[in-house]
């Protein structure tokens, strides 16, 4: 199956393997990594080679579908200590995008209809229910989409930060597909990519996918969108999302808390696009989401090349929250959320 997405396949699932873009060699190597086990889609993960909430959802469901796919031929007692293994790896190689959970928590329910099935059977279970998962995110984030481009009026110079595209979801895009979207309704949008310190993820990613798709793009540093709006070259914000709590807070990339006290200071739309997936309904407020925190030496440098002296601390959260009240509408596949409250939340899952 072929995950199409803006011109790139991010995950590639050839039936006894999955391959992943290399997301860290971007934009100098569109290169693949191979995975034919849930240690190593685990280690993927954790290794940022697939990133984005949504992608690494579906790496691990393609993870799990591996495992199954290894350990047809074991003894069952063989398999439930492999599979439970498969997963405590991989619900251990990143801690804050909650569309990791959800994902293995799809899996693991297919895998308990089909207990006591042969070896194959559960297998191609676990395959299918992992295309499932890919394929609906395509469509969930062309639905986003749409319900987002309705938002952005034609000549938007629209805001974003980190990598919501194509590269961090099975395809389209969550922020991304938003532009996408706006794009493909005629507008003629233009993109401000924020860098992303310290991974580089506007600046490698977006950029590169925008780019390609010769979407009007102009990369600025992180510490540029506040002269940006100041000076009235932002007409909107618009990001994905890691986690959103009941009550509305989300959890985004670095830098997402900062840009969404400057807009309201400046009074511009701040959205959040994120699938319904991505809710986290047992979690009341943004505080109680884990916030992953990084290795120094994302900080200190970059590819080996170290610009910070030896010895100095360094802190590297990858994560902020952003409070409920500094978003203007979450944009989810089942429609706007405008403002974001625990009420509107609860009302899309019915
Ligand atoms: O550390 P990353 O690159 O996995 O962080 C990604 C983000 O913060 C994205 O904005 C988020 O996952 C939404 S992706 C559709």
């Known amino acids: 199956m072929a995950a199409r997405s803006g011109g790139v396949e991010t995950l590639r699932w050839t039936g006894h393997r999955l391959e992943l873009i290399d997301q860290r060699a971007l934009p100098q190597r569109l290169e693949y990594v191979a995975?034919?086990?849930?240690?190593?889609t685990?280690?993927?993960i954790r290794d940022m080679v697939v990133r984005g909430a949504p992608a690494i959802g579906c790496a691990a469901a393609f993870g799990v579908a591996l495992e199954a796919a290894r350990l047809r031929d074991a003894s069952d007692v063989a398999?439930?200590?492999?599979?439970h293994q498969a997963f405590a790896a991989l619900r251990a190689s990143r801690p804050t995008a909650v569309n990791l959970f959800w994902a293995l928590d799809r899996m693991q329910a297919v895998l308990a209809s089909v207990a006591g099935r042969s070896g194959a059977e559960i297998a191609a279970a676990a395959a299918a229910e992992a295309q499932r998962i890919s394929a609906e995110d395509i469509e969930i984030n062309r639905a986003?989409?749409?319900h987002g481009a309705a938002l952005v009026r034609d000549g938007a110079r629209i805001m974003t930060h980190c990598n919501a595209g194509a590269l961090a979801t099975a395809g389209y895009g969550t922020a991304l597909g938003v532009v996408r979207a706006a794009r493909d309704a005629g507008k003629r949008i233009s993109v401000i990519a924020n860098e992303t310190r310290p991974f580089l993820q506007g600046a490698r990613l977006t950029a590169w996918e925008l780019v390609q798709e010769r979407i009007p793009v102009t990369l600025v540093t992180d510490g540029m969108a506040g002269h940006l709006m100041q000076t009235g070259k932002v007409d909107l914000v618009v990001v994905g999302a890691d986690r959103v709590a009941a009550n509305g807070d989300v959890a985004n990339k670095i830098g997402t808390y900062t840009l969404a006290v400057l807009a309201a200071r400046h009074r511009l739309p701040f959205y959040v696009a994120a699938p319904c997936s991505t809710i986290d309904l047992s979690i009341r407020g943004g505080d109680a989401i884990p916030i992953e925190e990084r290795p120094p030496g994302e900080v200190t440098g970059f590819r080996g090349v170290r610009w910070a002296p030896d010895g100095v601390a360094v802190a590297n959260p990858a994560f902020d929250v952003t409070p409920a009240e500094l978003v203007t509408a979450l944009i989810t596949e089942r429609g706007v959320v405008q403002p974001p409250t625990e009420a509107?939340?609860?009302?899309?899952?019915?």
């Open 42 to 44: 685990a280690a993927a």
């Open 344 to 350: 509107g939340l609860r009302a899309l899952f019915g």
């Open 79 to 83: 398999r439930a200590e492999g599979m």
């Open 35 to 40: 995975c034919a086990s849930a240690a190593e």
């Open 144 to 146: 986003m989409g749409r």
